[in-house]
């Protein structure tokens, strides 16, 4: 009976959503973390189930041509848990993804013949993330979390965050009552430190408000306001949405879950001065930043609310919509409702393939389709992939 901590030869056979990769150990199927398609290694079980095993190549017997030496000491098994893929050529890393993303569609949504590229963002492996949480151990030194653990890592410094944060001395000094560190560096130049304890948060260094840049504007925001981790991402997103709703003068757009409010801002002057856009958000702190960012844009109404009650209680028929979901996605009765409203052509926005393809099965069993799909390696030398799909009726 195999045990964790054994020791197995396993071939590696494909790629699985998650940064893992799947192979089979007398006929059990085997996720294999550090591992890549086409090799043979030796892998320490860390996890038993009934029905399969999870563990960590800690020896490469047949190496793929794929396989570079991972950049950060601590992206190996048993240690930081943040980074699924350093160990993958970046070229590499974007077909990881894109075979991730296929293999989802096909078989959470039965889609077989959309074509899937996973693009590069500008500015590298390392250095891109401009947000950093760390969590903090019982002894008050600050780490990041181990693979599938609540176990904290002690670091140095992360080689994915940007080069300012990595100048901070967060995980040198001591975090008494302190829960996680979360650390910013903004698009305006602006760093902020906070201590968060429970669901307080007191910022320690640096602006409570940040300054960001995206979409032609200038914003500011709280520091602790959901922004995408990525500087190059915000603009990305926002001129893929364009391009793929094609919005026109005077039409109502919808934007879902609309955070600070970064698609309303690129809508509300392509629709124009007789269309309007209505952003649903339920954080109080970003629906108080939208507030605050788009007063100039007197075409836009934002609404405190959960996206299913707001949808229950009935807005005015939209003729675009965005959604972006959290991680978990919109979920089947937000997409029914958003079908029901019967607008012509929905934007997507996704960083979770899963759930991404369940709501894509969601809207294909209401009569429609994925006309078109765009990906992004929004988050490299991890597993997630951000991507954004024209959904549109039949």
């Not at 959470?108 to 500015?123: M, Y």
Request: aromatic fraction near 6%; charge should be neutral.
């Amino acid at each position: 009976m195999t045990e964790v901590g054994d020791r197995l030869e396993v071939d590696i056979e494909a790629v699985a959503h998650g940064g893992i990769c799947v192979g089979r150990y007398q006929g059990m199927v085997v996720f294999v973390r550090h591992a890549l398609p086409g090799e043979r290694v030796v892998a320490e079980v860390t996890e038993v189930r009934r029905a399969y095993l999870r563990a960590d190549a800690v020896d490469v017997l047949s190496p793929s041509p794929d396989r570079v030496s991972a950049p950060c000491p601590y992206a190996r098994p048993g240690a930081c848990g943040g980074c699924d893929l350093q160990h993958v050529a970046a070229e590499a890393q974007r077909e990881w993804k894109a075979a991730v993303l296929r293999e989802q569609l096909a078989r959470l949504s039965g889609l077989t013949d959309i074509e899937v590229r996973v693009e590069a963002l500008p500015g590298g492996l390392l250095g891109w993330r401009s947000r950093v949480r760390y969590a903090v151990a019982l002894d008050g030194r600050a780490g990041l979390l181990g693979h599938r653990s609540h176990e904290v890592v002690p670091i140095g410094q992360c080689l994915i965050a940007h080069p300012t944060l990595r100048e901070l001395d967060v995980t040198a000094r001591e975090w008494p009552d302190t829960d996680a560190v979360e650390v910013v560096a903004s698009s305006g130049g602006d760093v902020t430190v906070t201590a968060v304890r429970g669901k307080a948060a007191h910022v320690v260094d640096g602006p409570a408000r940040v300054r960001e840049r995206a979409v032609g504007r200038e914003w500011t925001i709280d520091a602790g306001t959901f922004w995408q981790g990525h500087p190059a991402a915000p603009d990305t997103y926002a001129e893929a949405v364009l391009e793929l709703l094609g919005p026109r003068a005077g039409e109502h757009a919808w934007d879902l879950y609309g955070g600070a409010g970064l698609f309303a801002a690129a809508l509300a002057p392509a629709v124009g001065p007789q269309g309007t856009v209505t952003l649903v958000e339920a954080d109080a702190g970003a629906v108080a930043d939208a507030k605050a960012n788009l007063a100039d844009l007197p075409n836009i109404r934002v609404i405190r609310a959960k996206v299913d009650a707001a949808l229950r209680r009935g807005l005015r028929r939209p003729d675009l919509v965005v959604l972006d979901p959290p991680r978990s996605g919109a979920g089947a009765a937000v997409v029914r409702a958003v079908v029901a409203a019967r607008p012509r052509a929905v934007a997507y926005v996704a960083c979770d393939p899963a759930a991404f393809a369940r709501d894509v099965r969601t809207f294909r069993d209401a009569g429609w389709r994925l006309a078109l799909l765009r990906a992004w390696d929004s988050y490299p030398m991890t597993h997630h992939v951000e991507c954004v799909g024209l959904l549109v009726h039949q």
